[in-house]
C-alpha cells in the first residue's frame, strides 16, 4: 500500500476512513483489502447462505422502494418481544443520536470519556455544553457510577449518558447498577444508555434496561443492528424508550429512513436466530483467546471487555500512528489508533475480535513492528529513555484544565456520597476486580464547560500512574514466540494524593428521595402492566406466522449457545 493511505488517518478528526476510502486509494480490488481489526463488526453472522440468498435478490432489493418504517419497525418489535410504541427505528444509531441531541438535549450533557465520538461531537455541534468525565487509566477505565452522579449534581448538567460496554475500552455495569443510577437521575432531563454493543457481553444473562426504560418518562436505550449482526453498510439501529419519548423522536423521522436492504435484512432474522446465537458464543471466545494472546506480549497491557473488541495500550515508547501506518503498509493489517479519542492518547488501540487465524497474523505482525529489528523497532532501548508522545497532548491538558477540577470533590468522596439510593457499583469486566482509582491531583482551573481545542498545542508529559492487573486470560493459543529484548523499567508507582474536602456546590442540586419502589411507575411513568398489556400498549405481531425460534426478548437477546 501507498504512503497515500496512510495519509487518509490523519485527515479524519473523530474516526478512521471508511474500508471504501482505503481501498480507492490502495488501488486494490474489492474483498483484497487488509485483514480488518479497526471496524468492530461480527466475523460470523450473517452466514454465507444468507449473504447468498441477499445477493440473489439483490436487483429487487435496490430496485424498489422499501416498506414504511412503521412495518420493518412492526416486525422487528415482533421478533424481540417489544411494543412498538416504545419502539424508534433510524438509519443507524448515530441518526437516532442527532434525533436525541435536537429534541431532547436542551443546554447540557455529560458523557465519560473516552467513549464513542458521537456522543461528545454532535452536542457541541449544536452547541451545547458537554461536561466529559474522565474515566481514569489507573482504575482501568471503569466508571464508577456514585462519582459520575456526583459529578452531573455538580455540574448541574440536565441529560446523562452511559456507553455499556463502552467503546473503546468494553467496560462493563452490571444492570442492577444501571437500574439505581437511573432512579437516581430521575430529576434530570434524559438519561441515555447506549447498549450498541451489549449483544457480545457474557457477564450477565439478561444485561439489558430496555424494560425498565419503557417504565421510566426521562430514558432512552440506544441499540444497534449493524454491529452485532456484522452488517455497518445497512444503516439500521433502534431506540426503546416510554412511548412518549419515542412517538417524539418517530414523529420526526421521514416515512421512508430506513432502506430496503435493512427491511430485508430484518425480515430474514426471523428464519435465522440459531445462527445468531452461535456466531455471539462464537466471538465470545475469540475475545478469551484474542485476549490471552495478546497479553502474552512484553510491556502490551489488555484492559477486561465485554465488547467486541479490545482495549490495549502499548508499551512504553511505542508511538500508536507509527504502530498503525506500518501495521497497515508492512503487514496488511488494519488496526484503530485512539489518539483521536478525546480522553485517550496515541499510546492506545482498539482492536476488534476476530477469528484465531487472524489474530495470529496480528500478533506476529506486532511482534516485528514493536520488538523486530531494533533499529527498526517501535519500542525503544531502554538506554535511550525515549517516551511516548501523546496524539491528542491538547485535549489531554484541556481536560486536566477543565473537568479535572470538578473531578476533586468527586474523587475525594466515598463511593455513592451525597446521592441517596445509590450504592458504589464494582468495576467490573469479565469479573476480574481491578486496581482503585487514584484521587485526581487538585487542578489550577475553576469548573468551566468544555471548550473546543482551537489548535494543538505542546503539553507536559502526563505523570506516571499504576499499572492495570493483567488480563488473567485462558492459556494462549500457539503462536510465533516474540523475539525476547529489554524491556524499560517499570514506571514508579505514584503516591496518592491526599482527599480534598466534598464539594459544597452538591448541595445545589438535591437528589431525588429515593429509587422508586418495585410496581410503581417513575415520575409520569407508567407500570409495567400498562406497557405490557393494557392501554393500548400490548405488542401485536407483524405477521401470523409462528413465534420465532431462538430470539428471546430484547431484555436478553440470544443468550443460548
Avoid at 484503530?336 to 478525546?342: A, D, L, M, P, S
Wanted: one cysteine or more; charged letters at 15%.
Amino acid at each position: 500500500m501507498s504512503g497515500n493511505v496512510t495519509s487518509l488517518f490523519r485527515g479524519t478528526a473523530a474516526h478512521s476512513p471508511s474500508m471504501a476510502a482505503l481501498t480507492r486509494e490502495s488501488g486494490e480490488a474489492v474483498g483484497a483489502g487488509p485483514v480488518d481489526f479497526c471496524i468492530p463488526c461480527n466475523p460470523y453472522f450473517p452466514t454465507p447462505a444468507m449473504f447468498d440468498e441477499m445477493a440473489g435478490r439483490l436487483r429487487d432489493i435496490i430496485t424498489y422502494y422499501p416498506s414504511g418504517a412503521e412495518t420493518i419497525t412492526a416486525e422487528l418489535c415482533s421478533l424481540l418481544q417489544l411494543p412498538p410504541q416504545c419502539v424508534a427505528m433510524g438509519n443507524g444509531s448515530t441518526e437516532l443520536i442527532t434525533w436525541i441531541d435536537h429534541l431532547l438535549v436542551r443546554e447540557s450533557l455529560a458523557v465519560p470519556v473516552p467513549t464513542f465520538g458521537r456522543w461528545t461531537d454532535q452536542p457541541m455541534e449544536t452547541g451545547k455544553r458537554v461536561d466529559m468525565f474522565p474515566l481514569q487509566e489507573s482504575g482501568g477505565f471503569a466508571l464508577d457510577l456514585a462519582q459520575y452522579a456526583e459529578f452531573i449534581r455538580v455540574r448541574g448538567t440536565r441529560v446523562a449518558v452511559v456507553c455499556n460496554p463502552n467503546n473503546p475500552d468494553g467496560g462493563f455495569l452490571h444492570k442492577h447498577a444501571l437500574v439505581q443510577f437511573m432512579d437516581a437521575m430521575a430529576d434530570r432531563d434524559l438519561v441515555v444508555i447506549d447498549e450498541s454493543f451489549l449483544e457480545f457481553a457474557d457477564a450477565e444473562a439478561e444485561p439489558s434496561v430496555v424494560q425498565e426504560a419503557m417504565l421510566r418518562p426521562n430514558v432512552v436505550v440506544l441499540r444497534s443492528l449493524g454491529k452485532n449482526f456484522g452488517l455497518h453498510g445497512i444503516r439500521f439501529g433502534y431506540l426503546v424508550a416510554n412511548p412518549a419519548l419515542a412517538g417524539r423522536v418517530r414523529a420526526m423521522l421521514p416515512k421512508w429512513n430506513l432502506n430496503s436492504f435493512a427491511e430485508h435484512v430484518v425480515f430474514m432474522l426471523r428464519d435465522h436466530g440459531p445462527e445468531y446465537a452461535q456466531s455471539l458464543h462464537q466471538v465470545r471466545r475469540d475475545r478469551l483467546e484474542m485476549a490471552g494472546q495478546l497479553s502474552s506480549l512484553p510491556g502490551l497491557t489488555v484492559y477486561p471487555s465485554q465488547g467486541n473488541f479490545l482495549f490495549v495500550r502499548l508499551p512504553v515508547g511505542a508511538e500508536g500512528t507509527v504502530v498503525r501506518d506500518r501495521m497497515l503498509t508492512e503487514h496488511r493489517v488494519l488496526v484503530r489508533e485512539c489518539g483521536n479519542k478525546i480522553g485517550s492518547s496515541s499510546r492506545f488501540l482498539r482492536l476488534v475480535v476476530r477469528p484465531q487465524a487472524d489474530v495470529r497474523r496480528l500478533v506476529s505482525g506486532l511482534e516485528q513492528v514493536l520488538y523486530g529489528s531494533r533499529r527498526g523497532a517501535a519500542v525503544p532501548e531502554p538506554a535511550t529513555g525515549t517516551s511516548y508522545s501523546s496524539g491528542t497532548a491538547a485535549v489531554d491538558r484541556l481536560m486536566s484544565e477543565t473537568n479535572g477540577a470538578g473531578m476533586r470533590a468527586v474523587a475525594a468522596q466515598p463511593a455513592g456520597a451525597g446521592v441517596p439510593g445509590l450504592a458504589a457499583a464494582p468495576a467490573v469486566g469479565t469479573g476480574m476486580p481491578l486496581p482503585a482509582a487514584v484521587p485526581a491531583a487538585p487542578a489550577a482551573a475553576a469548573i468551566g464547560p468544555m471548550p473546543v481545542p482551537t489548535a494543538p498545542q505542546q503539553a507536559p508529559q502526563p505523570a506516571p500512574v499504576p499499572q492495570p492487573a493483567p488480563y488473567p486470560g485462558p492459556v494462549p493459543v500457539p503462536h510465533p514466540a516474540p523475539v525476547q529484548q529489554p524491556m524499560p523499567a517499570p514506571a514508579p508507582v505514584p503516591t496518592p494524593m491526599p482527599a480534598p474536602a466534598p464539594a459544597a456546590a452538591a448541595a445545589q442540586y438535591p437528589a431525588p428521595a429515593g429509587p422508586t419502589p418495585p410496581g410503581v411507575p417513575a415520575r409520569g411513568g407508567l407500570t409495567a402492566a400498562q406497557v405490557r398489556g393494557t392501554n393500548g400498549l400490548e405488542s401485536v405481531p407483524a405477521t401470523s406466522r409462528p413465534g420465532p425460534q431462538g430470539w428471546p426478548n430484547a431484555a436478553g437477546m440470544s443468550r443460548t449457545g
